[in-house]
Structures are given as structure tokens and as C-alpha cells.
T-cell receptor, first 116, second 116 residues
Framework: AQTVTQSQPEMSVQEAETVTLSCTYD???????LFWYKQPPSRQMILVIR??????QNATENRFSVNFQKAAKSFSLKISDSQLGDAAMYFC?????????????FGKGTKLSVKP | DVKVTQSSRYLVKRTGEKVFLECVQD?????MFWYRQDPGLGLRLIYF???????EKGDIPEGYSVSREKKERFSLILESASTNQTSMYLC???????????????FGPGTRLTVL
């Protein structure tokens, strides 16, 4: 069975600094998607970034980038130039490619605090 | 702008009551999901549906049922609410993933249910 592990329940970063959130996963599949979702306090969960396993290039979205290490089954999220609005719960998620249902498997989350 | 809406942000019910949580999406998505979110446990899938009148059990279906009579609406039903069902409930939807693009789930704002 696939599993997703986020080993850091809480993280803290100074405003304008860089922080990296860790995620590892376990799967026997070779083709899959990985996601980072952000859930601000009392607000809707939104997608931050997506990585397709067949792509070797790491995904980037503005200040957010990932370090995808397929062999190590690692998928970390780097947030550069952290802003107060980045404070949120961050969830790593996995989905196997193919199949119509699109079930996601989530990690338990990392709570990120941003200090002014 | 894509939207997933949930009928209530906060709900308080008594033990033994029948509870209905409604979710509506306006994106013509085939897949819809109900998750339960608890601190330290992340998101756990209760039920999902990949078509009208179709449903599949997730990881924690006990004590819950679902209904999908229309494509845009997915209801979660607690037949006899219990205190251990006090939680945040999140609804999500996604499109059929027949190609490389896809896999993203769009989330509603959540319903915080308290069972007394």
C-alpha cells in the first residue's frame, strides 16, 4: 500500500528566509503524481505545486519549488523569501497515474509558522 | 473561478441525530470525495464517487454513508452521530484523469462538526 510521510509536524521560518518541508513516500508504482497542498488557518485548501514522476525536472511555481528524488522516494518543498501569508498547514499527497478515480493519499501535514 | 461549496462552515449536533453534510461543485467534475481531517492524522478518505449513483468506500467508511443523485452534488450522511465523529469534514472534486494532465483535487472550505 502506498504511504506518505511528513516527518516534521511543525516548522518555523523567519520572514524573507528559506524553508524546506520534507516528504517521503512509499510506492511500487513507477508512474504517479505528487502534490503539495496548502491550508491556511480557517481557509480553503489549495494546490501549491504538482510534480509528475516521469518528469526529471523539478517543478517550480514562483517562490515554491520541489526537490524530487525518485529513487529515494523523496519530495521536499522549498519556500523561498517566506512571507507571512505562507503560514499554513502543508500537506504532501500522492496519486498513482491512471485510473479514473483520482484518489489522493495524504501525509499528516506540517504546520509552518512565519516569524516577522 | 472553480468552486466547491459546502452547506455549513460550523455545525453542532447531538448524539444520535442524523446529520447531512452537503457538497456542491460547479466544475462538471466526475469525481467527488469526502475526507475527515483530525489534528495529527491528516486527511483520511471516507467515501468517494466517480459517477452519479456510484460510490466507493475509502479508508474509514464506518458510521457514514453517502449519496450522489446529481453530478454536482455529493452528500455525506451520519446515520446516528457519535461524539467520535466530531471533526472537520472536507469535500473535494476532480476531473477524470484520462491523460497526463490532471489529478488535482479542488477542495471546499470544510464543515467543522461538533457532536455533543
Amino acid at each position: 500500500a502506498q504511504t506518505v510521510t511528513q516527518s516534521q509536524p511543525e516548522m518555523s521560518v523567519q520572514e524573507a528566509e528559506t524553508v524546506t518541508l520534507s516528504c517521503t513516500y512509499d510506492t511500487s508504482e513507477s508512474d504517479y503524481y505528487l502534490f503539495w497542498y496548502k491550508q491556511p488557518p480557517s481557509r480553503q485548501m489549495i494546490l501549491v505545486i504538482r510534480q509528475e514522476a516521469y518528469k526529471q525536472q523539478n517543478a517550480t511555481e514562483n517562490r515554491f519549488s520541489v526537490n524530487f528524488q525518485k529513487a529515494a522516494k523523496s519530495f521536499s518543498l522549498k519556500i523561498s523569501d517566506s512571507q507571512l501569508g505562507d503560514a499554513a498547514m502543508y500537506f504532501c499527497a500522492y496519486r498513482v497515474y491512471g485510473g479514473s478515480q483520482g484518489n489522493l493519499i495524504f501525509g499528516k501535514g506540517t504546520k509552518l509558522s512565519v516569524k516577522p | 473561478d472553480v468552486k466547491v461549496t459546502q452547506s455549513s462552515r460550523y455545525l453542532v449536533k447531538r448524539t444520535g441525530e442524523k446529520v447531512f453534510l452537503e457538497c456542491v461543485q460547479d466544475m462538471d467534475h466526475e469525481n467527488m470525495f469526502w475526507y475527515r481531517q483530525d489534528p495529527g492524522l491528516g486527511l483520511r478518505l471516507i467515501y468517494f464517487s466517480y459517477d452519479v449513483k456510484m460510490k466507493e468506500k475509502g479508508d474509514i467508511p464506518e458510521g457514514y454513508s453517502v449519496s450522489r443523485e446529481k453530478k454536482e452534488r455529493f452528500s455525506l450522511i451520519l446515520e446516528s452521530a457519535s461524539t467520535n465523529q466530531t471533526s472537520m469534514y472536507l469535500c473535494a472534486s476532480s476531473s477524470l484523469t484520462s491523460g497526463r494532465i490532471g489529478g488535482e483535487q479542488f477542495f471546499g472550505p470544510g464543515t467543522r462538526l461538533t457532536v455533543l
